[in-house]
T-cell receptor
Framework: GEDVEQSLFLSVREGDSSVINCTYT??????LYWYKQEPGAGLQLLTY?????DMKQDQRLTVLLNKKDKHLSLRIADTQTGDSAIYFC??????????FGGGTRLMVKP | NAGVTQTPKFQVLKTGQSMTLQCAQD?????MYWYRQDPGMGLRLIYY???????DKGEVPNGYNVSRLNKREFSLRLESAAPSQTSVYFC??????????????FGEGSRLTVL
């Protein structure tokens, strides 16, 4: 079955780069997503990548996709305290259903 | 645009009580979903409704029922609450037509505690 895995926790200093990693199992995924959840709020789409791409850059965010290894990463450049949140990786599969990873809590220290 | 609105935001129940979580979206989306979020386990799909008039089980449907009242509204009912249903519940919607990315839009969540 489908499974998406992420590390639970990442701590970085303000101004450093953050890299959040994710592995998935469904090789037929059309899109892969990164969602951000701030405390007490729902998830919001941060960025996504189509499965035929290997990189997508959007301002401070860089998404890398390695389809061979089924590995997805999110790099946040110049991490700010406002980036502290839980980040969820998700993959789409049959019928446009999404499977989410367990979330990575990013803590940014001043 | 309000997006996806859930009520209530907080609820405390005793074991065996029943309750309904309400969800409404104003984006004219076809599909709606109920997820639960537990620490370290991400979001798990309880039920979804691909379109008005249809509902299907997700990964963890036991102990829950749903109703797709109309295109806007999708409710989740706990008939006899159990402590294992203590969780944060999220409603989401999406437009699953072929020309979009399938992005989910989430409500702010309903935190349920069952004693």
């Amino acid at each position: 079955g489908e499974d998406v895995e992420q590390s639970l926790f990442l701590s970085v200093r303000e101004g450093d780069s953050s890299v959040i990693n994710c592995t998935y199992t469904d090789s037929s995924s059309t899109y892969l997503y990164w969602y951000k959840q701030e405390p007490g709020a729902g998830l919001q789409l941060l960025t996504y990548i189509f499965s035929n791409m290997d990189m997508k850059q959007d301002q401070r965010l860089t998404v890398l996709l390695n389809k061979k290894d089924k590995h997805l990463s999110l790099r946040i450049a110049d991490t700010q305290t406002g980036d502290s949140a839980i980040y969820f990786c998700a993959e789409s599969h049959a019928g446009n259903m999404l499977t989410f990873g367990g979330g990575t809590r990013l803590m940014v220290k001043p | 645009n309000a997006g996806v609105t859930q009520t209530p935001k907080f609820q405390v129940l005793k074991t065996g009580q029943s309750m309904t979580l309400q969800c409404a979206q104003d984006m004219n989306h076809n599909s709606m979903y109920w997820y639960r979020q537990d620490p370290g386990m991400g979001l798990r799909l309880i039920y979804y409704s691909a379109s008005e008039g249809t509902t299907d089980k997700g990964e963890v449907p036991n102990g829950y029922n749903v109703s797709r009242l109309n295109k806007r509204e999708f409710s989740l009912r706990l008939e006899s609450a159990a402590p294992s249903q203590t969780s944060v519940y999220f409603c989401a919607s999406s437009d699953r037509s072929g020309k979009n990315t399938g992005e989910l839009f989430f409500g702010e969540g309903s935190r349920l505690t069952v004693l």
